[in-house]
């Protein structure tokens, strides 16, 4: 049985050994791991539209003609 | 299927795009791929095209600057998402699967459904909203 205890500290989960295997408990970890490295994060949601929506604008740019038909 | 088709559906032909409809859309088309049982699908349901990820290595200097994170954390985050994804070659994906994914992202940012270029011709303009063509034009396929 897993359980959950937190204080003011910390959360702390437990996990019975043969119930999950540790490349499991990894891929579980990886997006607290991922929200816990960025939470100090600055950036707005404007602004990383704005990145997506150049990042996009660029590789549409050089790739379009890929999914373009053929010059007649 | 006829509630994701409905969802998917453009409102009155107009895009939507940067509101919850646009993402829900998007949402839909990927749970649809993902149905489909297509191996190419299953990778886009949480997968990301390899040159995605290349664009946003040259967004790093704009990253570090609107985050003001330290590179190192930045860099570990990276890594952190480098592992939650599948990178998938974009060369891989059947020109059907294409297709499918223009159809149901119909309407929305061009940039999002590259496929519109096989139907709209050559005179598209990249970013562009609009809304569907009147008419069905017959689709061509490369080669």
């Known amino acids: 049985m897993i359980t959950v205890e937190s204080d003011d500290a910390a959360i702390r989960v437990t996990i019975p050994r043969g119930e999950l295997d540790i490349a499991q408990v990894e891929a579980i970890l990886r997006p607290f791991r991922f929200a816990s490295l960025v939470a100090g994060s600055q950036m707005s949601k404007a602004e990383a539209m704005r990145i997506a929506e150049d990042s996009k604008a660029d590789w549409w740019e050089k790739n379009e003609r890929r999914f373009a038909p053929p010059e007649a | ?143």
Not at chain 2, 39 to 46: D, P
Not at chain 2, 99 to 109: I, K, T
């Open chain 2, 1 to 143: 299927m006829g509630e994701e088709r409905a969802a998917l559906r453009p409102a009155g032909g107009v895009a939507d795009a940067g509101g919850g409809g646009y993402e829900r859309r998007l949402q839909l088309a990927r749970i649809r791929l993902w149905k489909s049982g297509h191996a190419a699908a299953l990778s886009l349901g949480n997968g990301i095209l390899r040159p995605a990820f290349v664009e946003l290595f040259k967004h790093r200097d704009r990253l570090l600057a609107a985050t003001r994170l330290p590179e190192d954390k930045l860099l570990e985050a990276l890594n952190e998402l480098l592992e939650s994804l599948q990178l998938v070659e974009a060369a891989s994906i059947p020109i059907g699967i294409w297709m499918q994914a223009r159809r149901l992202c119909d309407g929305v940012d061009m940039k999002d459904t590259p496929v519109r270029r096989i139907r709209h011709g050559p005179s598209s303009s990249a970013g562009q909203m609009r809304p569907p063509p009147p008419s069905k034009a017959p689709v061509r396929k490369r080669g």
